[in-house]
């Protein structure tokens, strides 16, 4: 493929655009590829693409452990024929990156846990069972949203996109009003899905219920969507100044304070409008009626930048199916933990539910970065097959996303020993850690992120050849996935060990 002097746009796998004439720097004249392509260096024009509204610059390829650094658009590099990329990587540094956030993430759900587990005995959540429904789709907000957001923005932050204030404050003001806005409509669905999903097996509806629902969804995705898009921000900044590749760090410590934020910000709006929800009746209504009030600011903003206004009218078929599948999930959560025989269930949904999602989204994000350094989406390569991989290929080749799923998968047993013991050294729950139930929660934990896992490497590659930005679409399916899994496995294990009478363990005392 060839490139005319005047245009600007091209997009190559390899990070070097061949061109048909270049000028040399000292003698100033035009010279032929051929006189100087060669193995020791490549003489790239640093050339802009826009395809997609990606706005990807190939001056700046992936950083590997912070050893290169960028030049400045309009200057020529040398660069080496295969691009310096974060993806070669060695398993140990790929652990050594992933295991400080990972355990970071895990401890937040560990918190979140233990917050479930003591509101689930207050007036509002015994009253209003319906709010059991909501905890897997609002915590599932960072898969749908947040996590999204860190995938996005560290491919952004990998290919160079922001290294100029005017790139840097475009993509960040753009990408926080497009978070606002799915927050704001997503966390409103929310509340329909669990007033549909608590009315269907009851027959029962409560219209003050209903508003208290909305209002508390929306106030709390929201709050909780706007704090967590700042942290983002700021870590993609941070480990992209300390050479960390982003796609090891930034989704799990997305998800390290989400589900803790999310779940306190839930419990303490839903407690305070339930307190007023007879005195001042018109409250719920309001706060309802605010933040819908705002979506059109956020849209307008949202819509100054081209690539933020495409994701915002694109990417609403997974971010509202993926809230579905989690509702699902809370639905199994909230007739679980309304029997008293499984109330210990509660402190540990959080964990394996995060556990699984931070882990598969890391996965996801790296194979989107890896896959985006060979080309845009829908162009067929080698490195994007079309067809379904087998287990082998996803966990047991040489390939360096398969390399990733191993470390990630490795982490699952140990990671999980920490949190029961933190949980078990808390007196968190209702239950106690004998042999048979960290054997039968751990098969549950490994089984879910294997799925995930293996999910993932299809799901991620299926849309990369269907012209669909995984950055964009994978993570909140797999999000909630892992929520639905991961939920229901837990639920199967504490319903084996009532039946088989594992009554050391004291479930549900």
């Known amino acids: 493929m060839s490139s005319k ?5 091209t997009h ?5 655009v061949p061109v048909d004439h270049l000028t ?3 003698q100033g004249q035009l010279v032929e590829p051929s006189d100087f392509l060669g193995p020791a260096a490549v003489e790239a024009v640093v050339l802009e693409s826009r395809a997609n509204a990606k706005g990807v610059r190939e001056d700046d390829a992936l950083l590997e452990n912070g050893s290169q650094s960028n030049e400045s658009d309009d200057t020529s590099t040398h660069q080496s024929p295969e691009p310096a990329s974060p993806l070669k990587e060695t398993s140990f540094s790929i652990g050594l990156q992933v295991l400080f956030p990972f355990l970071l993430a895990g401890f937040g759900t560990v918190a979140a846990g ?5 509101v689930q005995h207050w007036d509002v959540f015994k009253n209003v069972t319906n709010l059991f429904i909501l905890v897997p789709a609002l915590l599932g907000l960072k898969g749908n949203l947040e996590m999204t957001l860190a995938s996005r923005l560290s491919t952004a932050a990998n290919i160079g996109q922001m290294d100029t204030p005017k790139e840097f404050w475009k993509m960040i003001t753009g990408n926080m009003a497009l978070l606002l806005v799915q927050a704001t409509v997503v966390g409103f669905l929310a509340s329909i899905a669990a007033v549909v999903f608590g009315w269907i097996p009851d027959g029962h509806f409560s219209l003050y219920h209903a508003v208290l629902l909305c209002a508390s969804s929306v ?4 709050v909780a969507s706007l704090f967590l898009g700042m942290i983002m921000i700021g870590v993609i900044i941070g480990s992209r100044k300390m050479g960390i590749n982003p796609d090891n760090v930034a989704t799990p410590i997305a998800a390290s304070l989400g589900d803790l934020v999310t779940l306190a910000l839930l419990s303490g709006i839903s407690c305070g409008l339930y307190k007023d929800l007879e005195s001042k009746f018109y409250v719920n209504p309001l706060v309802c009626a605010l933040f819908l009030a705002l979506l059109p600011i956020w849209v307008f903003v949202a819509k100054k930048d081209s690539a933020t206004w495409e994701v915002l009218c694109s990417s609403w078929e997974p971010v509202v199916i993926a809230m579905a599948i989690s509702s699902v999930g809370g639905l199994i959560l909230d007739r679980t933990v309304s029997d008293p025989n499984f109330a210990g269930m509660a402190v540990f949904t959080p964990v394996i539910n995060g556990v699984g999602g931070n882990l598969v989204a890391v996965q996801a994000s790296r194979i989107s970065t890896y896959l985006h350094m060979s080309g845009m989406p829908g162009e067929g390569s080698k490195t994007a097959p079309w067809k379904c991989p087998s ?5 047991c080749s040489s390939d360096v996303n398969s390399r990733s799923a191993r470390v990630l998968f490795l982490l699952v047993v140990p990671g999980h020993l920490v949190f029961l013991y933190t949980i078990s050294s808390m007196q968190g729950g209702h239950t106690t850690l004998t042999l048979i139930f960290v054997v039968f929660y751990m098969t549950a934990a490994l089984l879910q992120v294997l799925i995930l896992l293996y999910i993932a490497d299809w799901m991620v590659h299926w849309m990369w050849n269907r012209d669909l930005d995984p950055d964009n679409f994978s993570i909140p399916y797999l999000t909630a996935l892992g929520d639905l899994i991961g939920t229901g496995l837990l639920a199967v294990s504490f319903h084996i060990l009532w039946l088989i009478g594992d009554r050391d363990s004291d479930v549900g005392d």
């Open 114 to 118: 233990m917050v479930l587990d003591i």
């Open 12 to 16: 190559q796998a390899n990070g070097a």
């Open 24 to 26: 040399s720097p000292d």
């Open 5 to 9: 002097p005047e245009k600007k746009e």
């Open 391 to 395: 287990p082998c290929s996803t966990f």
């Open 219 to 222: 106030a709390t995705a929201f």
